[in-house]
Nanobody, 125 residues
């Protein structure tokens, strides 16, 4: 059983930055794919970014390319999401998720076997 605990959410002004963290109980070497998914009220889940833990290949939604960076620290069993130049539309609950298979379509959240409880990100003018 993989457990994931997110932290780092909060309120920030547009243009600001936040770094989300996700501690993974089985370590980053267990799952083959780690990802960040967000969901805003009244909207569908959106895959933000994911990473194949073995080769480090990363994938990003077009809406966050150039602003967000996903990374993993194997020594700390932690996944990160650095979010810069935040926009109003980035406000959402952000979830960390893990899959025992390799990452495939970022848009398909069904690929993940384990989920954290989420951390809230609010963006204001």
């Amino acid at each position: 059983q993989v457990q994931l605990v997110e932290s780092g959410g909060g309120s920030v002004q547009a243009g600001g930055s936040l770094r989300l963290s996700c501690v993974i109980s089985e370590g980053t070497y267990g799952p083959h794919c780690l990802g960040w998914i967000r969901q805003a009220p009244g909207k569908e889940r959106e895959g933000v970014a994911n990473v194949n833990t073995g080769n480090g290949n990363t994938y990003y939604a077009d809406s966050v390319k150039g602003r967000f960076t996903i990374s993993q620290d194997n020594t700390k069993n932690t996944l990160y999401l650095q979010m810069n130049n935040l926009k109003l539309e980035d406000a959402a609950m952000y979830y960390c998720a893990a899959a025992m298979a390799f990452c495939y379509d970022l848009r398909d959240s069904r690929q993940y076997n384990y989920w954290g409880r989420g951390t809230q990100v609010s963006v204001s003018l």
